[in-house]
């Protein structure tokens, strides 16, 4: 059935100006009532639920340019879509434009130069596949599908932040589309406020289409998951407070409430790992790990690096996804590589 301008509601975009940017669009434009466009406004959160006028899926920066210059001239709300990772659900909105980057998926790594070019829609699993062949990682997110430009236009939090700083203080240059259409090629000796602005300012100056960034060696790690449920969460929080501030720089620890992708059951999670010397990291982090594994009721010894993250998502299948793990050179079944789980004794691995 044909869908009229008038059944698409409010935020909608003049038919004239969509024919215009058809004309001339390389990637896949969908509209309310289009096939597709109910999977393609979905974001991660499920619980956020808009519907853009139009969601521009862009094949290269000319079709940023050119839904820009839409946006602009039909004064439409617009929203930038890495990863869709935003839980606040910023790369989506209610009747406005949808600049979806999700077929940005450029990932160049030089393993002399130890720089890596990554495009404006890959994931930290994506990144980390690629730069882990070479040995080479950068200060990531603790969950894999995030998205790696929003996490580093805000600031980037994530594993080796420590020893490396965050992902914002990891990044070399940026291509940037302005609202104007024009394509700046920003560092710190070019437009250099410019790139101070995207270092922490988020979306806010333009479209960042790709980033390159600085790479740090990166070997065995030990890392590993403790969860337990709600009603202990004064106490691991306790824990928690006490262990942060006696970690070394090649540490790191999170804690957080996820929810469990099986039992659907809100629990309390502390992440930790370690990136230096493997045996150091073994006879340093004893009695930490060892006051959190007591906790514990089960184990299951962790065989790839990295491991991904359980997320919030109401979805099972999206709940846990799988990085582009390797092997580890060794299984190492220290308190410190160990993954724990508040399952009865004796219960089958999932």
Known sequence: METTEADRGPGTVREEAFAALRAG???ELLRPGDDGYDRARRVWNGNVDRRPALVARCADVADVQRALGLAVDQGLVLSVRGGGHSAPGYGTNDGGLVLDLSSFKEVTVDPVA????VGGGVLWRELDARTQAAGL???GGTVSNTGVAGLTLGGGVGWLMGKHGLAVDNLLSAEVVTADGAVHHVDREREPDLFWAL????GNFGVVTSLEYRLHPVGEVLGG??????????EVLRFYRDLCPTLPDEAEAYCGLLTDPQAGVPVIALLLGYNGAVEE???SSGPRASSAARWSTWSLPCRTWPVSRCSTSPTPS???TATGARPSPRRSTTTWSTSWSTRPPGSPPR
């Open 114 to 117: 130890r720089t890596a070019r």
């Open 137 to 139: 990682a950068t200060t």
């Open 199 to 202: 270092r922490g300012g988020c």
């Open 318 to 320: 999206r709940a846990c």
């Open 25 to 27: 669009f390389s990637g």
């Open 281 to 283: 990291g073994e006879a």
């Open 225 to 234: 998951m403790v969860v337990h449920s709600l009603d202990r969460a004064a």
